[in-house]
């Protein structure tokens, strides 16, 4: 029986496990060009998307900047902490969206031991409900049996998890009461890591980001990825005012809305963006009148005479004939005049309701895109 070409996935999941460490993504893209030729105009690109769409399937860990990681090497040895909702507590199971993204719901279950080594028996059962700041509408669990009351767990305690297995995924878990929780130890990397999502969420304003994609890469690079864990990432992120915590899994943009968002979002959600639609406007209100307290200083001093051009409203004008060409600017402005009175007047009037955009789409356009011809349906 003749053998199959080997896919990009497969050659991709080989290769990670012949590596520990990180690895430039040029090179595993040449090896698996070696065993799969590619024809097309850029044959890094299905490569690429591979990794970025079907990542957990492949093996590897983007971690930007041309640069990979196998998966099994940034998961090993690994720790995070869970801290379980009452409702969890109650009901003797553990949600696994507190897992994610070392534990990826697109996989089997994950194994569970106690911190002796002996396994928990576990079972899948559906959490339903909400919880502080984050809502599930049905998310999985994972059924602990007597795991807490074994080891005296009480509402507030911590869950240390530390990830002993990567074939199969294995993870540990020990109490820690919320007493004992050593806050000056994980100072600086719980700020590391924060400030590693919202520098990723500051590059991906308008779009929410999978923890595959931010959160793994943070833990991956990160020389404390297997010491005492900081809290959960999630509460990280819910509680920095950059950034918000969607569905209780994504990453986005605190001024990020979905269109849903805006239909059915909750009385306090929308609180919270009127709140931001307001203190982003003081900030803007703060810095123009900065602006015109330094415009007008300079104007005192003789730098310049306060008149400026309205570069945002310059029109082209070609001279067909000459084959030359100016910008026209329909007039200038006093720039060291409040024109804010002015503007909010225009905006009541409905001034600016007329104005005009070109969206329409010009298919000619479609020429100058380039489409990756190898594609791969596995």
Not at 40 to 46: E, F, I, L, R, T
Not at 147 to 155: C, S
Not at 192 to 213: C, H, K, T, V
Not at 249 to 264: E, I, K, V
């Amino acid at each position: 029986m003749e053998q199959s070409e080997p896919t990009i996935s497969s050659i991709l999941l080989e290769l990670a496990a012949e590596y520990s460490g990180i690895v430039p993504e040029r090179e595993v893209f040449e090896r698996v060009l070696a065993r799969r030729p590619s024809q097309a105009k850029d044959p890094y690109a299905s490569i690429r998307n591979k990794l970025r769409y079907d990542a957990i399937e492949t093996g590897w860990v983007r971690l930007g900047g041309g640069e990979l990681i196998p998966r099994q090497a940034a998961l090993q040895g690994l720790r995070f902490r869970v801290i379980p909702s009452n409702e969890e507590f109650t009901g003797d199971m553990i949600s696994r969206v507190w897992l994610i993204p070392f534990a990826s719901l697109r996989q089997p279950a994950p194994q569970l031991e106690d911190a002796d080594g002996r396994p928990i028996q576990t079972n899948s059962t559906h959490l339903l409900g909400s919880e502080g700041s984050f809502t599930f509408f049905s998310s999985e669990a994972q059924t602990l049996g007597d795991w807490f009351r074994r080891t005296g767990f009480e509402p507030g305690d911590s869950v240390l998890v530390t990830i002993t297995c990567t074939e199969p995924l294995t993870l540990q878990l020990e109490r820690e009461p919320a007493a004992a929780f050593r806050a000056d130890a994980v100072a600086a990397q719980e700020q590391a890591l924060i400030e590693a999502l919202a520098a990723q969420i500051a590059r991906n304003r308008s779009n929410m980001l999978f923890p595959d994609d931010a959160v793994l890469p943070a833990y991956a690079r990160a020389p404390w990825r297997a010491s005492y864990p900081g809290r959960p990432w999630q509460q990280l992120v819910a509680a920095d005012r950059r950034m918000q915590l969607v569905d209780g899994m994504y990453l986005a943009d605190s001024s990020f809305r979905r269109p849903l968002d805006m239909l059915f979002g909750d009385q306090q959600q929308e609180q919270r963006w009127q709140e931001q639609d307001r203190e982003l406007l003081d900030q803007i209100n703060a810095f123009q009148a900065e602006l015109l307290v330094s415009r007008r200083d300079a104007a005192m001093r003789g730098i310049w005479n306060g008149v400026a051009p309205r570069a945002s409203t310059g029109r082209m004008i070609f001279d067909m004939r000459e084959g030359t060409s100016q910008v026209i600017h329909p007039g200038t402005v006093d720039a060291l005049i409040d024109h804010t009175a002015e503007i909010e007047q225009r905006v009541e009037r409905g001034d600016f309701a007329d104005e005009e955009w070109d969206d329409e789409f010009d298919p000619e356009e479609l020429e100058d895109l380039e489409f990756d011809s190898d594609f791969e349906g596995d």
